[in-house]
Every structure is written in structure tokens, then in C-alpha cells.
């Protein structure tokens, strides 16, 4: 079984500001991790991913993720934030379990962008 | 990159009708779909779980005979809000599975937002 923790439901921040937005996760098996952005009454979209390799991921809009095995962490960083990144943020874990796959989110954490 | 379509966005009905919601994949194929649902300021909760051909899995406490899903293609998937109550209102969020790819990556749609009066 897998479970995921978001460390902050809400991290409001200045404008052109570093952010980053805190995941740790607890699974019995292998997983792949993901951050996905969801603006006002939209969909979720994807934002990064960790499938294998290299630790440091890199995903749209200047956002970049570390997984982390030994600390089971998966911290989402933008070194310069903008208004326009305001939008809920979801980690989530997905790892193959009896009868599949099976995809965990966290609670979401809220960005808000400050001018 | 991989599209899903959820149709309609917005829909309002009177309390007692039913309401369909649409999910489609539009250049992959999906053996697998899921259906969410989401209150304000939370997470998606995960109602069902849909296969192509085969009867949904409900997570516990999802009324099976409340929310209809049917799965008939490896392309679309559809909600049925039956006899809808204003408790019913919510967002609701579909997501599939590209039947291609091994990594558990989801797709979403763009949600559909159910007001009951």
C-alpha cells in the first residue's frame, strides 16, 4: 500500500521568490512519482514525472522535482515564481499492487503568488 | 501528448433527473478509466475504477446504483448521476490510462462541474 503526505495545504509567496512545495511518501513496493497542477474548475495536468534514472526531474513551466529514496521525499522547486502560478498542487504515487495499479494522491497544497 | 475530453463542463439540472458526463480519450486507447470526485478545496476521492468491457469497481461507500459507469469502448467512458439530489453537486474528474505505458501515469480530463437545484 502507498500513502502520500503533503506537508502544506497552503504556502503563499512572493512574486519572483523561490517555492518549494513539500512530498513524502511511504510505499511497500516501487514507485513512480508525479506533481500535477490543477487551475480553477479544471482538470489536474501533469507537471513532472519520476519513472527511473536520473533523481532530478525537470517539467513544464520552470518546476523541477528531486526524488529523494532514503528520505522518501519528492519536493516540487521553481527557483522564481509568478502570479500566474497560483493553482493547486497535487503529488502522487503510483505503484503496482495486487489487481494493478494503483495511483495515491496527497491532499494538494495551494500556491498562491503574491504580487 | 496524450488528450482526454470530458464533456459537458457545466451542466444544471433539477433535482430528481439524471445526468450524463462523458470521458473520452482522444489519440490513445484506454483499458482503464477512473472517476473522481472533488469538494471544494480537497483532493480528488476516488469513486470507481472503469474497465473496458467489464463492470466498474466502486470504492467503498460509492452507491453503485447511484453512479452508473459504463465503459463500452477503449476510448470512452461515461458517468450517470441517477435521480441527482443537490448533495449530489460537485466537480467531477475523470482520468485514463494509456494502455501503451507501464508507469501508472494518468491522464485528466478538464472536469465537469453538476449543479443540482
Known amino acids: 500500500a502507498q500513502s502520500v503526505t503533503q506537508l502544506d495545504s497552503q504556502v503563499p509567496v512572493f512574486e519572483e521568490a523561490p517555492v518549494e512545495l513539500r512530498c513524502n511518501y511511504s510505499?511497500?513496493?516501487?514507485?513512480?512519482l508525479f506533481w500535477y497542477v490543477q487551475y480553477p474548475n479544471q482538470g489536474l495536468q501533469l507537471l513532472l514525472k519520476?519513472?527511473?534514472?536520473?533523481?532530478l526531474v525537470k517539467g513544464i513551466n520552470g518546476f523541477e522535482a528531486e526524488f529523494n529514496k532514503s528520505q522518501t521525499s519528492f519536493h516540487l522547486r521553481k527557483p522564481s515564481v509568478h502570479i500566474s502560478d497560483t493553482a493547486e498542487y497535487f503529488c502522487?504515487?503510483?505503484?503496482?499492487?495486487?489487481?494493478?495499479?494503483?495511483?495515491?494522491f496527497g491532499a494538494g497544497t495551494r500556491l498562491f503568488v503574491k504580487a | 501528448g496524450a488528450v482526454v475530453s470530458q464533456h459537458p463542463s457545466w451542466v444544471i439540472c433539477k433535482s430528481g433527473t439524471s445526468v450524463k458526463i462523458e470521458c473520452r480519450s482522444l489519440?490513445?486507447?484506454?483499458?482503464?478509466m477512473f472517476w473522481y470526485r472533488q469538494f471544494p478545496k480537497q483532493s480528488l476521492m476516488l469513486m470507481a475504477t472503469?474497465?473496458?468491457?467489464?463492470?466498474?469497481?466502486?470504492e467503498q461507500g460509492v452507491e453503485k446504483d447511484k453512479f452508473l459507469i459504463n465503459h463500452a469502448s477503449l476510448t470512452l467512458s461515461t458517468l450517470t448521476v441517477t435521480s441527482a439530489h443537490p448533495e449530489d453537486s460537485s466537480f467531477y474528474i475523470c482520468?485514463?490510462?494509456?494502455?501503451?505505458?507501464?508507469?501508472?501515469?494518468?491522464?485528466f480530463g478538464e472536469g465537469s462541474r453538476l449543479t443540482v437545484l
Open positions: 489519440d490513445f486507447q484506454a483499458t482503464t
Open positions: 482520468s485514463a490510462r494509456d494502455r501503451a505505458t507501464s508507469t501508472g501515469e494518468l491522464f
Open positions: 472503469s474497465n473496458e468491457g467489464s463492470k466498474a469497481t466502486y
Open positions: 519520476y519513472l527511473s534514472g536520473s533523481t
Open positions: 502522487a504515487v503510483s505503484g503496482l499492487n495486487t489487481g494493478g495499479f494503483k495511483t495515491i
Open positions: 510505499s511497500s513496493v516501487s514507485v513512480y
